[in-house]
């Protein structure tokens, strides 16, 4: 079974700071993705990759950086955080894209203070 | 664009009880639909997922979801709910692409009463 593994769980940091979020796949998926999760909206999709070295813009991209280093590894950077980005942020991979099945880590909550 | 809706933000039934959880999409074209749950704490887990054939689909721990296009529908089912199904769950449709994306609805809370 898929592993996926997010890195920090928990987070504080001030309006203005710097935050990377760490995600590592261990089952050579060739897609990652970040989402977010707030209560009303749901899941949606902030950036996602289909190899190293590949970024898409996905629905709520602003304010939001992310870089995949290797196929196992995929970062969400927030440079300036606001408060705006405190919430429940989840990985996932996949084997494919289309039709895909995601696996999802167990997220990183966020606070911006 | 590919959009999905989750009617019911939150549904409480008894254990035992069956259990229908409604999704409805709009898309134009071919499309995956999927379910996923989310237990209290934790990340989406897969539960079953539609693209084509038999419209009815089957999952784990009892859960089917029956695709219909008439209805613009991939609703979830269960005969008989257990406490441990008590959980947050997830509609999701992608298009036929390459390098389709997943796009969520909004969840629905399924509370189980003992």
């Known amino acids: 079974e898929a592993a996926v593994t997010q890195s920090p769980r928990n987070k504080v940091t001030v309006t203005g700071g710097n935050v990377t979020l760490s995600c590592r796949q261990t089952?050579?998926?060739?897609?990652m993705y970040w989402y977010r999760q707030d209560t009303g909206h749901g899941l949606r999709l902030i950036h996602y990759s289909y190899g190293a070295g590949n970024l898409q813009i996905g629905d709520v991209p602003d304010g939001y950086k992310a870089t995949r280093t290797t196929q196992e590894d995929f970062f969400l950077l927030l440079e300036l955080a606001s408060p705006s980005q405190t919430s429940l942020y989840f990985c996932?991979?996949?084997?494919?894209?289309?039709?895909?099945?995601?696996?999802f880590g167990e997220g990183s909550r966020l606070i911006v203070v | 664009t590919q959009t999905v809706s989750q009617s019911d933000a939150h549904v409480t039934v008894f254990e035992g009880d069956s259990v229908e959880l409604r999704c409805n999409y709009s898309y134009g074209g071919s499309i995956y639909l999927s379910w996923y749950i989310q237990h209290h704490g934790h990340g989406l887990q897969f539960l079953l997922k539609?693209?084509?054939?038999?419209?009815v689909v089957q999952g784990v721990n009892g859960f089917e979801a029956e695709f219909s296009k008439s209805d613009s529908s991939f609703h979830l089912r269960k005969a008989s709910v257990h406490w441990s199904d008590s959980a947050v769950y997830f509609c999701?449709?992608?298009?036929?692409?390459?390098?389709?994306?997943?796009?969520f609805g909004k969840g629905t809370k399924l509370s189980v009463k003992s």
């Open positions: 996932a991979s996949s084997w494919t894209g289309s039709g895909n099945t995601l696996y």
């Open positions: 999701a449709v992608s298009s036929g692409g390459s390098n389709a994306k997943l796009t």
């Open positions: 539609y693209y084509s054939g038999n419209p």
């Open positions: 089952n050579s998926h060739n897609y």
